[in-house]
């Protein structure tokens, strides 16, 4: 089972960065396409990046491209989203998903494993 450990949000302003991290526990994932989903108060959980699990694709939804920037570090086993000049609707929880040799999938039907969430806020 892949357990996977979301940290790093937190109350912004906008226009500030913040940067989440995602690992898992127990194990490694080298092997594993890496996304980052967002739910906002009354709205479905949306897409926002992935990373192909040979870690040389990525995709992004174009509300962020050109903001956020999805990267990982092998030898931490973690997986990053940096989001740069956030915006008051960038607020939401942030969960990160999983899926063995995945490719840049948007759906999250897609994907078997799933973290907790860390809350993102940014005020305007």
């Known amino acids: 089972q892949v357990q996977l450990v979301e940290s790093g949000g937190g109350l912004v302003q906008a226009g500030d960065s913040l940067t989440l991290s995602c690992a898992p526990s127990?194990?490694?994932?080298?092997?594993?396409?890496r996304a980052w989903f967002r739910q906002a108060p009354g709205k479905e959980r949306e897409f926002v990046a992935v990373l192909g699990w040979t870690g040389d694709s990525t995709y992004y939804t174009n509300s962020v491209k050109g903001r956020f920037t999805i990267f990982r570090d092998n030898a931490k086993n973690t997986v990053y989203l940096q989001m740069d000049s956030l915006k008051p609707e960038d607020t939401a929880v942030y969960y990160c998903?999983?899926?063995?040799?995945?490719?840049?999938?948007?759906?999250?039907?897609?994907?078997?494993?799933w973290g907790q969430g860390t809350q993102v806020t940014v005020s305007s």
């Open positions: 998903a999983a899926r063995l040799y995945g490719g840049l999938f948007r759906n999250s039907e897609d994907y078997p494993y």
């Open positions: 127990g194990r490694t994932l080298s092997s594993y396409s």
